[in-house]
């Protein structure tokens, strides 16, 4: 999974030699936005990209795996903001759209599903806390955490997620 790619000849090069190393690659480029890619060497039974229904496709490349159980494959590159109210807007409309879309797979692809990238947010437990991000910001770590998902770093024995949440 690839952040931050373009349509830029960096990205191109990229995308080539995945290629022809074997990968199949999936992302939507747009030329005015920078986006996110999978690259798999991994059967895929299905594109989900349309079907979660982001308001950036090209920011949430997704894939179904032809494992047993199937595996879903969730890119996303949340995009970053300064404090301008379009900024804001167009952050908040991109992480409702991934949680409404994530919440719209059926339920047993949720229980097999990996949400991988950049989030451009923390949750609300980071250590150091850290000032300046917005309520919306941290909801999103708690609606994935609602929806059975983890962060893979709270998984190892070391770093336990506690049992409630702490306010920012």
Avoid: C
């Amino acid at each position: 999974m690839l952040t931050e790619t373009s349509s830029g000849p960096g990205t191109r090069q990229l995308i080539d030699g995945l290629r022809q190393d074997g990968y199949r690659t999936y992302s939507t480029i747009d030329a005015r936005d920078r986006g996110a890619l999978i690259a798999t060497r991994l059967a895929v039974s299905e594109v989900l990209t349309q079907r979660l229904g982001v308001t950036l496709p090209w920011r949430a490349p997704a894939v179904l795996l032809d494992l047993a159980p199937a595996v879903a494959v969730v890119g996303v590159y949340v995009p970053s903001r300064d404090r301008s109210e379009a900024k804001i807007a167009r952050k908040r409309a991109f992480i409702a759209s991934l949680l409404d879309g994530l919440r719209a797979l059926p339920e047993p692809m949720r229980h097999h599903l990996l949400l991988v990238g950049d989030y451009n947010a923390v949750a609300r437990r980071h250590d150091p806390p850290l000032r300046g991000l917005l309520p919306y910001e941290y909801a999103l770590h708690d609606t994935l955490e609602d929806l059975g998902l983890q962060a893979a770093h709270e998984l190892t024995p070391a770093r336990r997620a506690p049992s409630s949440r702490t306010p920012p």
